[in-house]
């Protein structure tokens, strides 16, 4: 059983580089999220997509962005790191929007 | 989407219940309540949720009240596996414009 998974579980990134997160499911399910939890922040949502074909941006999308080709998978990417996007990253996913989510167990980033 | 309320943190001692109160005055006819939890550097976990009746199972029971403004969140014997986190969170059920949005939560300690 696999549920959701995010690679790479840790990461320290130059800034100005590139960086893309990887989120899989294996749930079917239509819904799909990226949150970061900064401390003392809480989590905060990035973006978000309903069903494949689809995202929308959530909280704080500025600086990331996502695509969601297929039913499985929506990738996370960094154009060009910066220090304020070191954080622990949540890919999550539900039945539908609205549902029981279901998380991943984190990407640690560090950019530098 | 309603706002909650919580207090930040609540201690417990082991075997005994914790009871971790909600309190969602503005809640909607139709909007659930919803809780997570999230353990030391894991995902969030989903726990129950519920619209107006009470709901138990296998984790926890929620009681809600009659006029549905404040919830609460019994975990009937506490363990030290369940320090952690815990959100309560109120959303549309099913709606593809619901956001999981999360706040402070209370972090509950349960003591040895």
């Known amino acids: 059983i696999a549920g959701i998974t995010q690679a790479p579980t840790s990461q320290i990134l130059a800034a100005g580089r590139r960086m893309t997160l990887r989120c899989t499911q294996d749930?079917?399910?239509?819904?799909m999220y990226w949150y970061r939890q900064d401390l003392g922040l809480g989590l905060r949502l990035i973006h978000y997509?309903?069903?494949?074909?689809?995202?929308g941006k959530g909280e704080v999308p500025d600086g990331y962005s996502v695509s969601r080709a297929n039913t499985d998978d929506f990738p996370l990417t960094l154009a060009s790191a910066v220090p304020s996007q070191t954080s622990v990253y949540f890919c999550?996913?539900?039945?539908?929007?609205?549902?029981?989510?279901?998380f991943g167990q984190g990407t640690r980033l560090t950019v530098v | 989407d309603a706002k909650t309320t919580q207090p930040p943190s609540m201690d417990c001692a082991e075997g005994r219940a914790a009871n971790l109160p909600c309190n969602h005055s503005t809640i909607s006819g139709n909007e659930y309540v919803y809780w997570y939890r999230q353990i030391h550097s894991q995902g969030p976990q989903y726990i129950i949720h519920g619209l107006k009746n009470n709901e138990t199972n296998e984790m926890a029971s929620l009681i809600i009240t009659e006029d549905r403004k404040s919830s609460t969140l019994i975990l009937p014997h506490a363990t030290l596996r369940d320090t952690a986190v815990y959100y309560c969170i109120v959303i549309l059920r099913n709606s593809g414009n619901t956001p999981l949005v999360f706040g402070k939560g209370t972090r509950l300690s349960v003591i040895a």
């Open positions: 997509s309903n069903t494949a074909g689809t995202t």
């Open positions: 749930m079917r399910h239509n819904a």
């Open positions: 999550a996913s539900s039945v539908v929007r609205g549902t029981e989510a279901f």
